[in-house]
Structures are given as structure tokens and as C-alpha cells.
């Protein structure tokens, strides 16, 4: 890998875009660092070893060629077992020329006052100069940035940081103790080289394995680009997703063979950060970034580091793969671009079925370029053959607007479409789906909300819109315990009958479990890819029993058109076996013990707290059942109990039995219940126990348990079809204890 050749640089013009502000940073950031150099007393005693940063990044050969033989076969275990040396969680110290600009940070969310909790920024060894840039740069990510006056650093600024190396996950970085300002490059005689970035290819990045061609990390090349400042030249895009304000893309220099992800660790290539970020001390940018569409060629520049982030699922398994982060909007720098068509419209109110839609969309050719012809095609659910509408004509050089005019379709068709703009070198814009719905009735039921056109994952066809409804569903969620409102409105749990509410509504707040609702306006909103109705025009029309449990093998979820047909239902799976416990409090299961066919479970439910997982569950422990709301939050597919009653009993993998300490009987669930229901108990020693059923007049109707039983959880169902609606206690008796609760039978 070779160095950029060094290039003129002026103090002065590098930071003429903060020019009335240096002064006073540079003074702020030598005043306060040395302060705080100064203040470190505690960690005098601490034993600090000063290393350069290639010490810090150094993976030992033997490492480097278990992972190269590995192959396919990697995890992620073994990865971070490898990938770390002796320097892990040490205090070191290392001088360095800073690379970015800290106010950039926007990785970290901000709290109410628009402050992140740490901020990121990278540097270089001063040493590089001599022993080249190999290995050579860093990550910092500053808890105490307040402190330490980091905001008040500029590129080419030398600080002095002792700090102890800490890794997240596969990430490298080191997590400063103290930061001391020194000055500037020049004022140790270092060259404006000092600042180039490194030329690599995406093949220095990745590489291809396997007999099927998945992209895996280069090993080999992993150590000397942790933390590097890079340039990547002539790549071409190759994938976008602009359907968020965290825009993913990826690009290739060698016609896609190799890819490499943008991730987005700085506020000029995100768009979430706007009024949340304190623009007073952080760049924040007004305008939104857009990446290049697919075909675009561009050069770009920014630092490397490796996670495991894979929106476009383009590496292998594990998808851990080396990313990069432009910090500065000038790091990209776009080439040329094949035709853009953009913002293609989609109706704004349901269609019926002699209604044509009129659809508008902007297209933008390469300035040095002239469109051929811009074409509208199109398919609907009942004429499957594709179908095209030319819009206006040609020779344009500049944005326009074109209209195009779609027929009407049959009622409940689908209509999918997608535009075509050919430039004068043959250049073919990346054509992006669309779909609207034909109802000549209008929206009377969740499906006509969830459903997508081809029956996978995605937006359904009024995703963005308010729109008239007439819709009847019941509330299945538990909010008082769980903060969660969900519906259904089908007893016979079809796919798609399940939609989640908005929770800051404040006509959503007051409802309960077993409410039945009429929207008759709603706002449909995708946020985070979950399907959600806000803004809801509503009445409480009475009450029922809701719609059960569907209960699934978690296989069945494996299949993604599978688990987007059931985002927002209640979905229960028996008798599990705990995968993992994962971070942020989730863990995955699985119905058959793999981990191919687990899924994942999270504590979102205001009933659990961020330990749950961690505390209650260990891989292989089996489950008698877990059940909850089926949902989609950070790129996946997640089950959310709603509170511990839905978590069955746990036979701990471990040797020992893990007993519960004292009897327990806990609410039956669903409850209202038609016409069967769940009770759960604890026995804390081997006894005999008794479970009845009594109604008000005191009677017994149901004899559920009546003799000998080991310790443990237990849970027994209550069919209750022969009874009449009402109100029934049950009893557990056991050991000279006796406890009650009641129930509601609702038919």
C-alpha cells in the first residue's frame, strides 16, 4: 500500500471553514488539556507502558493464519479471540498527530440536552514519519470529552494520550485517561504528509472465499488498516439504502468482486442528528446526505475500522468486514454518475378502481450527458407481464420533472412500478420499486395497511400517508405492563392481522388489553422499518377476548416474508433452548437448539430491566415457552415478552437443577381468555399439589392438578369452553399453602 504523494498544505486555508473560532478553540484546548494533564494524580500509581500505535493494533502471525485457515468456518468468538494482543485493557501511552475533527463525532446518541456520552475521533503516531503509516492509526472514543476539552482540537494538532486500550467487539480503540495538548505538526518539524491518507483498493480490504464468493475480511492486511486514514480511487457504487436517515451504501474498486461499507461515525453522513445534536459545539449539518446511486463513480477518503454492521448481508457469516468513515463531506468526491431518477411519487389517496394514478418522478442526467429517454414500467398483481409508459422526451441536460400516467387495475391488485432513464452513452439509471394498492372499498382491515406487494419484508403501500379507514381490532398488547400497544384483527391469527400503535398518542395511552377500537383515520407510519398507525382518529366501541397466541417453530421465522406477514402479532414458541444472550439485553432461542434456526428476543417490555437476559437465561437452557409481540428494531426480526409471565419455566443447563425458592402462582395468561388459558406455578420442593377451578358461588368446576409433583415450574391449561362468561378463581394448594387469584372468561 503506498502513500499519496505529499501535497501542499497551508495551516491557515486547512481550517478556513472555522476561521473565526480557531483562536479560541486552540486556546480553550491548550489551557484546558494541560489543566487536566495536570489532574491525573490518581492514575500517577498506574503502571503505563508507552508503545506506539502499531503495538497497539499488532495481530500475531500465528493468529493471522488460524483466521486465514478458518476460512468459512469462522465465528464470531474466534474472530475477537485472534484479532487482540497482550496490550488488551493495559494503560499505554502514545503520541499522536489528531486526523479528524472531534465536533464531527455523531455516533453516539445524544442525550436531552444534545450531548453525546463520548466522542470519536481518529490519530496518527508521530512515529509514522519514520516508520511509516503502516499500522499506524487509532481510534479515540473520549467518555470524558467534557473534561478533557476534546471539541477543542483541530486536525494537525500533536496531543499526548495515555489511555487504556478497550476494544468494542471487534472494534479497536482506546479510551483516554488524559489528553495533552502539545501544539502543532510543524512545531516538531513533522511534514504536511503527515496528514495524507493511505491509497488502498477494496481488494486490500476484503477478500473472496469459499466456493460461493462471499467477501470476508483480509486478514492479512487487518492490523496495518485499523484506525487508517485512506483514499480509495476510481470505485463505482454499488448498492444504497435511502429509505432512513442512516443512508447504508457500499462500493467496489474492482467491479464489485470486493466491496466495502460506509459507516456513518460522523454528522456529515448522517441525517438523525439535526435538532438533536448541540449545534453550538458540533458540526451539525442542515442539509441532508444523500450518497451516489448505484453506477456512480467516485473517489473517497476517510478511516477504516472493522465491526460487524452488514445491512446488505454482502459478506459471509460471520459478517464481520472492515468499514470506512469519511468524516469531512469534501472526503467524497463523485466522479461521474449515470442517470439519477429520483422522488418518483405514489398516490396519496386510496385509488379505486376507475381511478389512473398520475406519478411524477425527478430526473437528473451527468451534466456532461444527455437522456435518451425516461420510461415508467410497471406490473399489478392480476397482469403480471411488465407494462411501460414513456415519459416526456429527450436531449435534456439538466433535472427535470417527468409525469407519467398509470391505467387503473382491478380492485385489490397491487400495482408495482419502477423508472428507467437511458442517458446519450447507454448509461441506465438504478431503477428503485414502488408499489400502490387499488381498494375500491377503501382500508377496512390491518392487512390492507401491512401487506407488501410481493409479500416480503418492506413497507406496505401507504407507508407515509393519512388516510380515511374503517378498521375494527382488538387490543392484544398488555400495556400497563409492557408500554407496548399492539391489535389484531382476526381470531384466526391470519398473517398480516397485527399492527402496532404509536405510543406517544395520548388516545392510544388510556387503552387496555381486550379493547375493541374503530379507527376511521390514521397516519401509517414506517419508522425503523416497523409498521406503525399515529395520529389516530378513534372510538372504544366495547370489549372481547383477544385473539390468541399463534404458535410457530422459530424455523418459521427464518423465512423473512414469514416474519413480516406476522410484525405486530402475538406469536408464542414452545419448549426452546436459549442460543445466546446477545448485548442491549437480547438473546436469541431456537425451537430445535440450532442457531441457524434461532430468533431473537430483546427487553424492550417496560417489565424487564437491561440485565433480564443476562440474570435469568445461559446458552442451552431449555424454555417450556416464550412468547410476546413480534416485531423488527435494528435490522432484525424480535420477539418481545411482555412480562416474565410469558417466559415459561427454565430447566438451567447446568448440572444442578435450578429450583424455585418459594411457592408461586402466577396470573393466567391470555386473561380475558376464550376459550382456553395458561396458569403457571412454582413448588419449591417435590409435593402434592391441587389445582381447582372455582366459580363466584364458590363451585368447583375444574380439577386441574391433584397429585404428586417434583420442584420446579410448572404451567397447566384451563379449557373452559363448556362455561358460561364470567368471573373464576383458581386455587393452588400445596405443602399447608394455599393461593389465589381470579380470572375472566369472556365468550
Known amino acids: 500500500m503506498g502513500i499519496l504523494p505529499a501535497q501542499e498544505r497551508d495551516e491557515i ?45 499488532f495481530i500475531s502471525p500465528d493468529s493471522i493464519q488460524a483466521l ?81 476539552g476534546v471539541l477543542s482540537l483541530l486536525v494537525g494538532d500533536v496531543i499526548e494520550i495515555v489511555g487504556v486500550v478497550a476494544p468494542f467487539d471487534e472494534v479497536m480503540q482506546v479510551a483516554p485517561v488524559s ?84 459507516r456513518d461515525l460522523s454528522l456529515a453522513y448522517r441525517n438523525d442528528r439535526d435538532g438533536a445534536q448541540d449545534a453550538t459545539q458540533f458540526r ?75 406519478i411524477t418522478a425527478d430526473i437528473t442526467p451527468d451534466p456532461t450527458r444527455t437522456l435518451e429517454s425516461v420510461v415508467l414500467y410497471y406490473y399489478t398483481s392480476s397482469v403480471p407481464d411488465t407494462m411501460s409508459v414513456e415519459g416526456s422526451l429527450s436531449g435534456k441536460t439538466q433535472a427535470a420533472v417527468y409525469q407519467f400516467t398509470i391505467p387503473p387495475a382491478a380492485d385489490g391488485d397491487f400495482v408495482t412500478y419502477w423508472i428507467i432513464a437511458t442517458d446519450n452513452l447507454g448509461a441506465e439509471s438504478q431503477p428503485v420499486n414502488v408499489s400502490y394498492r387499488v381498494l375500491g372499498s377503501g382500508i377496512t382491515t390491518i392487512a390492507h395497511v401491512q401487506e407488501t406487494a410481493d409479500g416480503g419484508p418492506g413497507a406496505g403501500p401507504f407507508a407515509g400517508l393519512t388516510l380515511p379507514m374503517n378498521i375494527t381490532a382488538t387490543v392484544v398488547s398488555q400495556p400497563d405492563s409492557s408500554g407496548l400497544w399492539a391489535i389484531q384483527d382476526d381470531e384466526g391469527l391470519a398473517p398480516w392481522s397485527g399492527i402496532l400503535l404509536r405510543d406517544g398518542d395520548t388516545n392510544v395511552q388510556t387503552l387496555k388489553q381486550g379493547d375493541v377500537i374503530n379507527i376511521t383515520e390514521a397516519e401509517i407510519e414506517e419508522r425503523f422499518d416497523v409498521t406503525r398507525l399515529r395520529n389516530i382518529t378513534m372510538t372504544v366501541t366495547g370489549t372481547a377476548v383477544p385473539p390468541g397466541y399463534k404458535s410457530v417453530p422459530t424455523s418459521a421465522l ?47 417490555s417496560d417489565a424487564f430491566g437491561s440485565s433480564f437476559a443476562g440474570d435469568t437465561f445461559a446458552p442451552d437452557d431449555a424454555v417450556a415457552f416464550i412468547q410476546g409481540i413480534w416485531w423488527f428494531s435494528f435490522g432484525e426480526y424480535k ?33 380475558p381468555f376464550n376459550p382456553s388459558t395458561t396458569i403457571q406455578y412454582n413448588i419449591p420442593a417435590a409435593s402434592v399439589v391441587s389445582v381447582q377451578v372455582f366459580d363466584m358461588l364458590g363451585r368447583n368446576v375444574a380439577t386441574l392438578v391433584d397429585g404428586q409433583v417434583a420442584a420446579g415450574t410448572h404451567t397447566v391449561s384451563f379449557d373452559a369452553r363448556n362455561l358460561a362468561s364470567g368471573v373464576y378463581l383458581y386455587r393452588l394448594e400445596a405443602a399447608g399453602n394455599v393461593i389465589n387469584r381470579s380470572m375472566m372468561l369472556l365468550k
Open 68 to 148: 486465514n485457515d478458518a476460512g468459512v468456518t469462522l465465528d464470531d468468538p474466534r474472530i475477537e479471540n485472534a484479532i487482540f494482543n497482550d496490550l488488551l485493557r493495559d494503560t499505554v501511552r502514545v503520541r499522536a498527530v489528531v486526523m479528524s475533527d472531534p465536533t464531527l463525532s455523531g455516533l453516539s446518541t445524544p442525550n436531552s440536552e444534545g450531548l453525546p456520552s463520548r466522542v470519536h475521533f481518529f490519530v496518527r503516531d508521530t512515529a509514522s514519519v519514520t516508520q511509516g503509516n503502516a499500522g499506524m492509526g487509532l481510534q479515540i472514543v473520549d467518555g470524558s470529552w467534557q473534561e478533557n
Open 558 to 604: 427464518v423465512d423473512e416474508s414469514v416474519a413480516e406477514a406476522h410484525e405486530g402479532m402475538r406469536l408464542r414458541f414452545e419448549n426452546v433452548t436459549i442460543v445466546s444472550i446477545e448485548s442491549f439485553g437480547e438473546w436469541t432461542f431456537s425451537s430445535d437448539g440450532t442457531a441457524e434456526n434461532a430468533v431473537n428476543a430483546d427487553d424492550a
Open 639 to 671: 420477539l418481545v415478552p411482555e412480562s416474565s409471565l410469558d417466559i415459561g419455566g427454565i430447566n438451567v443447563a447446568n448440572e444442578e437443577f435450578e429450583v424455585p425458592g418459594e411457592f408461586a402462582l402466577g396470573q393466567n395468561y391470555p386473561n
Open 13 to 57: 486555508a486547512r481550517s478556513t471553514n472555522r476561521k473565526e473560532n480557531t483562536m479560541r478553540r486552540r486556546f480553550t484546548a491548550f489551557a484546558a488539556m494541560l489543566m487536566i494533564g495536570a489532574m491525573v494524580a490518581p492514575w500517577a500509581s498506574a503502571q503505563i507502558t508507552d508503545v506506539t500505535i502499531r503495538e497497539i493494533n
Open 284 to 358: 451539525v449539518f442542515e442539509d441532508d446526505f444523500v450518497p451516489p446511486p448505484p453506477g456512480a463513480g467516485i473517489n473517497i477518503q476517510g478511516f477504516m475500522f472493522m465491526d460487524d454492521f452488514d445491512p446488505f448481508a454482502v459478506g459471509t457469516d460471520p459478517d464481520v468486514l472492515i468499514k470506512i468513515s469519511p468524516m469531512e463531506r469534501e472526503d467524497l468526491e463523485i466522479t461521474v454518475t449515470p442517470p439519477i431518477a429520483s422522488n418518483p411519487s405514489k398516490p396519496e389517496t386510496v385509488l379505486g378502481t376507475e381511478d389512473s394514478a398520475v
Open 179 to 262: 489528553i495533552t495538548a502539545l501544539g502543532v505538526y510543524t512545531d516538531f518539524g513533522l511534514p504536511a504528509s503527515i496528514l495524507d491518507p493511505v491509497v488502498i483498493t477494496t481488494g486490500d480490504t476484503h477478500k473472496v472465499v469459499g466456493q460461493d464468493n462471499r467477501i470476508q475480511t483480509n486478514w492479512d492486511n487487518l492490523a496495518d488498516l485499523r484506525g487508517q486514514y485512506v483514499r480509495i480511487e476510481n470505485a463505482i457504487v454499488q448498492r444504497r439504502d435511502i429509505s432512513s436517515d442512516r443512508p447504508n451504501w457500499t462500493f467496489s474498486s474492482d467491479a464489485g468482486v470486493t466491496q466495502v461499507y460506509i
